[in-house]
């Protein structure tokens, strides 16, 4: 992940290094590069506007420092940048005053949902609260299977409706699921919905159901790192479809150019919460904005 807009981006900055001080001409043609980096990475197209007017306007301000060489003024105001397009401070999740807290996913089948809901309720766990996890993608013929190994391996619990009782209805489990958790005292329930292979109005139909069913504390929309371009059009499509409090970013293990990363916070103002890197339970962090900008920058 990043590594091509890394090399991009050093090379860009190396070749600053032997400079005095930045003309005007030397400040455009290195905006000129990074944005060549930026599109090449798969931003989108309105994000990468943004990210080189601030560069530049700063860029151009920033000739009075001292403390600074002319290089290293201009990875520092990428890098501030890059945190800021990032999503700026890190975004925790909001626990609801009376328990439980309840927590749905959203999100494109393949994403990563369940597997995401799995790592979720360890990392909850882990942190000593009592997950529960439910299990309403009733249309993926695996997923209530997985995510009952991923409950055990996870050590939590789950809520599940019976095998062979037909298709079933999620919002009915949904719903029955937070009475459940209230009876058995768990703090935080996990509500793992139905992902359709692309945009698809029943599956936007059938969660924003399930979200209204269950007033979910926080929405989480699981997006593909690898999926590119396609990225920002079906977090649009969520945004509209069913809206979400926060993403949380999957495969960044994979070798993505970084655009997903990069442009879903701007286009649809919700802050990456997470960050999923490997399809082990261990391989989920809390994304921190600061830190994968100064990965890339590495
Ligand atoms: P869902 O359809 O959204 O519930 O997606 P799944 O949770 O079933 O995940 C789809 C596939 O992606 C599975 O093979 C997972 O093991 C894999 N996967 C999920 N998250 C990650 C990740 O962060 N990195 C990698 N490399 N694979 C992942």
Redesign the pocket.
């Known amino acids: 992940m990043f590594e091509t807009l890394s090399d991009r981006l050093t090379s860009v900055f190396s070749s600053l290094r032997s400079r005095g001080r930045l003309s005007e001409a030397d400040i455009d043609a290195t905006c000129r590069e990074i944005r060549i980096a930026l599109l090449e990475a798969d931003v989108a197209l309105p994000v990468v506007k943004a990210f080189i007017a601030r560069v530049k306007e700063r860029a151009r301000g920033a000739e009075v420092s001292q403390a600074l060489n002319p290089a290293q003024q201009v990875v520092k105001i990428v890098h501030d940048e890059l945190i800021e397009v990032l999503g700026g401070e890190t975004r925790r999740i909001r626990f609801a005053k009376t328990p439980p807290t309840v927590i749905m996913l959203a999100?494109?089948?393949?994403?990563?949902?369940?597997?995401?809901a799995g790592k979720l309720a360890k990392w909850l766990r882990d942190q000593g609260h009592a997950p529960l996890l439910v299990a309403c993608?009733l249309q993926?013929p695996n997923?209530v299977q997985?995510l009952t190994v991923l409950a055990e391996r996870a050590g939590v619990a789950i809520f599940a409706p019976e095998p062979g009782n037909g298709v079933g209805d999620p919002v009915a489990v949904a719903r029955q699921s937070i009475d459940h958790a209230k009876r058995k005292q768990y703090d935080v329930v996990i509500v793992?919905t139905a992902?359709r292979l692309g945009i698809d109005e029943e599956m936007m139909r059938q969660a924003a159901d399930i979200r209204d069913a269950i007033n979910p504390d926080e929405v989480l929309f699981?997006l593909d790192a690898m999926i590119g371009q396609d990225a920002v059009n079906t977090a649009r499509a969520f945004m509209e479809g069913v809206g979400f409090d926060g993403v949380v970013l999957?495969?960044?293990?994979?070798d993505a150019r970084g655009g997903a990363a990069l442009s879903v916070r701007q286009i649809t103002g919700r802050p990456i919460m997470f960050a999923?890197?490997?399809?082990k339970l261990e391989?989920?962090d809390v994304f921190h904005p600061d830190r994968m900008a100064s990965r890339i920058l590495d």
């Open positions: 999100g494109l089948q393949g994403a990563g949902k369940t597997t995401l993608d993926r997923a997985q793992d992902g699981v999957t495969k960044l293990d994979g999923s890197t490997g399809e391989d989920f």
